[in-house]
């Protein structure tokens, strides 16, 4: 299970707030949020090309995007690989976000709420939590891309479940900008899980602002979604009666397991996911309708084929325990996700009907 922290690692992480502190040991957290601080004020926009892999115990996930930023709060990322993704863009003009799906030919618009500066008092919070959980180290000084860098190793300082999944990171940070320009993250047990490589590294070049507007393509189906309206926890009952199909669940749970929540999520797809608790463990499983066929997750491509009350079901291993099943019943693709063995979730899916 992915816990809170461990997420706000990787943000941490790809939004470069750690690096700076591993330089000189001697630096406070305060020291190192303000040094941090005076070199990205000077940067007004950058732009890189990202190449990224991800590992899930025998699979390999390998994505590649063009990627720009501008300040105040302008994004743009160009999906280029895999072929599947290819054509997808995310831009952003700081006031509203277009999400659009090439090979669906769709667009989600969304208004996004003020998005107020982060007052130092929380960087400084984030800066020194991420050094009271970590150890820090140079180990050498390298060139990425032509440009020289920091080499930082990066461990926890135990293995609780704060952390997870999470091991030993390694960051290649520019000594310039105080910018990753590559990292590399392996599990608790020292097997490569993630890594990713900024090339084509720029800085202040002037982009324009016309890079964050986007012209809906012709015959776009478009979808509107109110300000970053997320969905709501509800009970079994509420979610029946805000779903456009009915809910499937199952007659059998493991010892432990209780209904926790619901959500329906509704954009061009609807999406029903039920939550189950055990203590600590987790148990999910999501319905979605799709209007045509039905989209697979990449993730999915080497997966153990299994049978499913004698349907065809797929099921993968993402990291540690911790797996997905998926299968299909008529018109709804469900997806079972948790800690258990695969008996168990197979048991649990077959009791859906």
């Given at each position: 299970?992915?816990?809170?922290?461990?997420?706000?690692?990787?943000?941490?992480?790809?939004?470069?707030?750690?690096?700076?502190?591993?330089?000189?040991?001697?630096?406070?957290?305060?020291?190192?949020?303000?040094?941090?601080?005076?070199?990205?004020?000077?940067?007004?926009?950058?732009?890189?090309?990202?190449?990224?892999?991800?590992?899930?115990?025998?699979?390999?996930?390998?994505?590649?995007?063009?990627?720009?930023?501008?300040?105040?709060?302008?994004?743009?990322?160009?999906?280029?690989?895999?072929?599947?993704?290819?054509?997808?863009?995310?831009?952003?003009?700081?006031?509203?976000?277009?999400?659009?799906?090439?090979?669906?030919?769709?667009?989600?618009?969304?208004?996004?709420?003020?998005?107020?500066?982060?007052?130092?008092?929380?960087y400084l919070q984030l800066i020194g939590m991420m050094m009271n959980e970590s150890d820090f180290s140079l180990a050498d000084v390298e060139k990425v891309d032509g440009r020289t860098t920091y080499v930082i190793d990066m461990s926890p300082k135990d293995e609780s479940d704060d952390f997870g999944m999470f091991g030993d990171i390694k960051v290649w940070v520019d000594k310039e900008t105080w910018m990753p320009l590559k990292i590399e993250m392996k599990d608790a047990d020292g097997n490569p899980m993630y890594s990713v490589e900024y090339r084509n590294f720029q800085i202040n070049t002037g982009i324009s602002d016309d890079e964050f507007q986007f012209e809906i393509p012709e015959g776009a189906e478009v979808k509107t979604m109110d300000e970053m309206m997320l969905p709501q926890v509800m009970t079994l009952e509420e979610a029946g009666e805000e779903a456009t199909f009915d809910i499937l669940t199952p007659s059998y749970l493991p010892d432990g397991y209780e209904f926790k929540n619901a959500m329906v999520i509704q954009g061009f797809v609807e999406t029903v996911s039920l939550s189950y608790k055990n203590g600590d463990d987790r148990l999910k499983i999501s319905e979605t309708v799709f209007e045509d066929e039905a989209q697979t997750p990449l993730i999915m491509d080497s997966a153990e084929n299994v049978s499913i009350n004698d349907a065809e079901g797929k099921l993968v291993t993402i990291y540690d325990d911790y797996k997905m099943l998926q299968w299909e019943i008529g018109d709804i693709q469900l997806t079972i996700s948790g800690t258990l063995d695969k008996g168990e979730l197979i048991q649990i899916a077959e009791s859906i009907q």
């Open positions: 299970m992915i816990k809170v922290k461990a997420l706000l690692m990787l943000l941490l992480i790809s939004s470069s707030l750690f690096v700076a502190g591993c330089i000189d040991g001697e630096l406070s957290a305060e020291q190192i949020a303000e040094k941090m601080q005076t070199k990205q004020d000077s940067i007004e926009d950058y732009s890189y090309t990202m190449y990224m892999t991800m590992e899930f115990g025998d699979q390999t996930m390998e994505t590649e995007a063009e990627m720009m930023y501008k300040k105040p709060n302008m994004i743009k990322t160009v999906q280029t690989q895999p072929a599947e993704t290819a054509g997808s863009i995310t831009v952003s003009d700081g006031e509203t976000m277009w999400l659009y799906d090439a090979q669906q030919n769709t667009v989600m618009i969304m208004e996004l709420p003020d998005m107020p500066e982060q007052n130092e008092q929380d």
